[in-house]
């Protein structure tokens, strides 16, 4: 097995684990363990806030020892946090499970990205990304739909799903550990390496990326709730509207960069976020919509936003490109929170819909419009030759 292909079924294995699971966090607490509603998400919660520390020491351990050591060790403390939830019994060992869930989980974000790259050529490393993401995705969902099945056995498909989940972790770990054997050669720095915080223009693409992702997580975390409570259209529209976005992304994302190779990664983020506006304005729009039109409607808006996440999907290399050889550990970590504090304001702003259906829509046109308009700051600022590309600086020559 080559090391790429290595890398994509381990990947696809952890992705279809974690489907089978994310959706099951809080209602295992629930169902199995038998906690209350609030306590359980209340526990859950605690323990992910707690995990989100974790980035901090896995990018030193990533620019120590290597992206692919640091991704292995994530899936393993994963997997325990898995067989934690089996043995759970009580509010505790749900808290420390879901803690090393979360730490696992934003280790591993934080050191595979810099795994992607060292597994790639040189002049491919965008479509290595929109591969990867695209495999991760269909992966994840097909986990979805196997634990909608499980489900219905009860707390018996619970368990079920959540060993199934241990088992593709360390399915994965083994994967990689067996078939990637990726050399990590420490870089030669002639002069020290700039601190993520002295680093302004880098600081800056950490917030205009949490920007544009709030409106990924907006409709991930809150068409739901839009579809059901807002416009009181049928339930089954929000799934085919994220089923529909998995498969574009499976389906056109590597021909989306292909198709805009000649661009440079800046101007491919700030189409895409200027795409993304003009979807939460046709999503708000959909409140005029007449009730037999909307689910027909709701479907047609996802045109918008998966060419807009298709063509803006450029900012992992980017941060990838743009990180210091010496200390990109310790920067992929850093950009891992933009992710991160995405993730933690998109349940806020869906809760807004209580003051009205248009607020969420203009929290995200704002915060979208805010990194489209950053991102000329970014081109002067950041090194050229990640701003340009792979394909935009073979276009230039």
Not at 346 to 367: C, E, K, R, S
Request: charged fraction near 10%; charge should be positive.
């Amino acid at each position: 097995m080559g090391g790429r292909l290595a890398l994509l079924v381990a990947l696809g294995i952890d992705n279809f684990g974690s489907g089978l699971f994310l959706p099951l966090s809080v209602l295992y607490g629930i169902q199995v363990v038998g906690l209350p509603v609030e306590l359980a998400g209340s526990v859950v919660t605690a323990g992910k806030l707690v995990g989100i520390a974790a980035p901090l020491l896995a990018g030193r351990l990533v620019d120590r020892f290597g992206p692919r050591q640091v991704v292995i060790a994530a899936q393993v403390v994963q997997a325990a946090g898995v067989a934690v939830y089996l043995v759970a019994g009580d509010a505790a060992l749900v808290f420390v499970a879901s803690a090393l869930l979360a730490a696992g989980q934003q280790a591993f974000y934080s050191s595979v990205f810099a795994l992607i790259a060292d597994t790639t050529r040189h002049n491919a490393k965008d479509t290595s990304f929109a591969l990867v993401g695209a495999v991760r995705g269909v992966c994840f969902g097909l986990g979805g739909l196997v634990v909608a099945g499980l489900t219905t056995f009860g707390s018996v498909g619970y368990q079920v799903a959540v060993a199934a989940d241990g088992v593709t972790f360390l399915a994965a770990a083994a994967v990689l550990a067996a078939f990637l054997p990726v050399p990590h050669i420490r870089p030669e720095v002639d002069s020290p390496p700039v601190s993520v915080l002295r680093n302004r223009p880098y600081l800056v693409l950490i917030v205009v990326v949490a920007c544009g992702a709030l409106v990924l997580d907006l409709f991930l975390d809150g068409i739901a709730v839009y579809v059901t409570e807002v416009l009181h259209g049928p339930a089954w529209v929000a799934g085919a509207m994220i089923t529909t976005l998995t498969v574009s992304g499976f389906v056109l994302g590597t021909v989306v960069v292909r198709w805009t190779r000649t661009w440079w990664r800046t101007k491919a983020m700030r189409v895409g976020y200027g795409i993304s506006v003009v979807w939460a304005a046709a999503s708000l729009a959909a409140v005029f919509v007449p009730a037999s039109w909307l689910p027909a409607y709701l479907l047609a808006t996802m045109v918008l936003l998966s060419a807009g996440t298709l063509i803006g999907n450029r900012a992992n290399a980017l941060s990838e490109a743009a990180a210091p050889r010496a200390t990109r550990g310790r920067y992929l970590a850093a950009f891992q929170y933009a992710f991160t504090s995405a993730g933690i304001a998109a349940p806020g702003v869906v809760a807004l819909f209580a003051f009205g259906p248009w607020l969420p829509w203009l929290v995200a046109a704002t915060a979208a419009t805010i990194a489209a308009a950053a991102i000329p700051y970014l081109e002067r600022n950041l090194p050229q030759d990640a701003v340009r590309g792979d394909y935009g600086r073979i276009a230039s020559t």
